[in-house]
């Protein structure tokens, strides 16, 4: 049987595995990959834009930055990633592009912010390395202000259960060595309202944009958000 201890230094090694590739390919490859990310998955990734409201901003394991570079221009950004490589990284992208963030390192399942810090909260392509994701769902909206917005982009199968995008999810769960992870149970536990939207991959990328209540409470016992005590 493994405890707390050894569940989180796994989930470390999971976020260390697939930071140091993220991290090896900006390195080896610099621009290439950035061409890359600009006309590939960046795509997908940019489909959060439309969803920022502002002014201030946390994006949460924010990998080699493409994203961040993106639209750190427009508002007060913050980061929290557990690689201080890509925290580098993603440091150089934005000082190579004039652009500033506030870059910490620390842990998503502890944030290190006050509630109610920030109006949109960032997520994208990590929801499945983490032991505990209801944890950390609860510190996304424990720091989200009173009708901020969360953003969540992540795989899983898709809503008409299509072959193409089951077998997109299976393969990528297979290479990447994911856990199943119903992400759709889990933003309905929050019990902040949602939507999912399809963002490529046969149905298997999804996005899901919800709003935290305007009366939303927090346990300050624990500082976790309780979706029973929203109106």
Same mark, same amino acid.
């Given at each position: 049987m493994t405890d707390s201890t050894g569940s989180v230094q796994l989930e $470390?090694?999971?976020? *260390?595995?697939?930071?140091?590739i993220d991290w090896w390919f900006n390195q080896r490859f610099g621009?290439?990959? *950035? @061409? #890359?990310?600009t006309h590939s998955w &960046?795509?997908?990734l940019r489909r959060t834009l439309p969803h920022i409201q502002g002014p201030r901003v946390l994006e949460v394991s924010f990998g080699v &930055?493409? #994203?961040?570079?993106q639209y750190a221009h427009a508002y007060e950004v913050t980061g929290l990633e557990y690689n201080p490589r890509c925290i580098e990284a993603t440091r150089r992208r934005l000082e190579r592009l004039d652009l500033g963030a506030k870059? /910490?390192?620390g842990d998503a399942q502890a944030l290190p912010f006050p509630d109610a810090s920030f109006d949109t909260v960032i997520n994208t392509d990590a929801f499945t390395l983490y032991h *505990? %994701? $209801?944890r950390v769902l609860s510190e996304l909206l424990?720091?989200?202000? %009173?009708g901020g917005r @969360? /953003? /969540?982009m992540e795989y899983d199968y898709p809503r008409n259960g299509n072959l193409l995008g089951r077998l997109w999810v299976l393969v990528a769960r297979r290479i990447m060595m994911m856990p199943r992870l119903d992400l759709e149970a889990l933003h309905r536990s929050s019990g902040s309202p949602y939507q999912d939207y399809d963002v490529g991959g046969f149905g298997a990328f999804h996005m899901y944009v919800s709003q935290k209540p305007l009366l939303a409470k927090v346990d300050r016992s624990t500082h976790a958000y309780d979706p029973t005590q929203s109106s």
């Open positions: $470390h090694r999971a976020i *260390d595995r697939w930071r140091a621009r290439l990959y *950035d @061409l #890359l990310l &960046g795509k997908r &930055g493409f #994203l961040m570079s870059l /910490v390192e *505990d %994701p $209801h424990r720091v989200l202000a %009173p @969360l /953003v /969540v």
